[in-house]
T-cell receptor, first 112, second 116 residues
């Protein structure tokens, strides 16, 4: 079936560097995407979202890029901090059923 | 705003017993809430969609008689795991839409269920 997935299960970066987390999706009908951050033992926390009529959206230290041509989504975190350590999930909205479909997740670890 | 709480945060129960998990929207009314299950090192899988005042809609493969969902008010949905078994041990997370027209969801902190 249709799915949302991630290229890398783990990502390790140096503190202060930029992090890029990637996500591939297969449902071309999806028109809304969200990135969530999940710390150990906690629920997902909304980071940033983007609609399919945009290709870039910026927040505080985070940027989401959407490439509909290749069905690719990325989350960029600037100046990565220890507090950014978590698992990051991309998710797409199934507009017809209004359901979130989550990708597999990427664990981001920060090296001091 | 848009705070979702869950109770309890952790629960341990014996095999064969039932356990109820509550999901509350604290500062908004949620006509629709969602229940997810997350096994270790895996993603969130939607179990069911809970609509206030009507029956829940379950995802394929989720036993509705085992996972009872009640959404009796605009701020409370409950998930009851009946006749729990060790394989039901998981992290259960609820979410809610702020408005019926909203697309995104806000998540609760999750409930860790351990069945012994």
């Amino acid at each position: 079936g249709e799915s949302v997935g991630l290229h890398l299960p783990t990502l390790s970066v140096q503190e202060g560097d930029n992090s890029i987390i990637n996500c591939a999706y297969s449902n071309s009908a999806s028109d809304y995407f969200i990135w969530y951050k999940q710390e150990s033992g906690k629920g997902p926390q909304f980071i940033i979202d983007i609609r399919s009529n945009m290709d870039k959206r910026q927040g505080q230290r985070v940027t989401v890029l959407l490439n509909k041509t290749v069905k690719h989504l990325s989350l960029q975190i600037a100046a990565t901090q220890p507090g950014d350590s978590a698992v990051y999930f991309c998710a797409e909205i199934d507009q017809g059923a209004q359901k979130l479909v989550f990708g597999q997740g990427t664990r981001l670890t920060i090296n001091p | 705003g848009a705070v979702v709480s869950q109770h309890p945060s952790r629960v341990i129960c014996k095999s064969g017993t039932s356990v109820k998990i509550e999901c509350r929207s604290l500062d908004f009314q949620a006509t629709t809430m969602f229940w997810y299950r997350q096994f270790p090192k895996q993603s969130l899988m939607l179990m069911a969609t809970s609509n206030e005042g009507s029956k829940a809609t379950y995802e394929q493969g989720v036993e509705k008689d085992k996972f009872l969902i009640n959404h009796a008010s605009l701020t409370l949905s409950t998930l009851t795991v009946t006749s729990a078994h060790p394989e039901d041990s998981s992290f259960y997370i609820c979410s809610a839409r702020v408005r019926a027209s909203a697309v995104g969801q806000y998540f609760g902190p999750g409930t860790r269920l351990t069945v012994t």
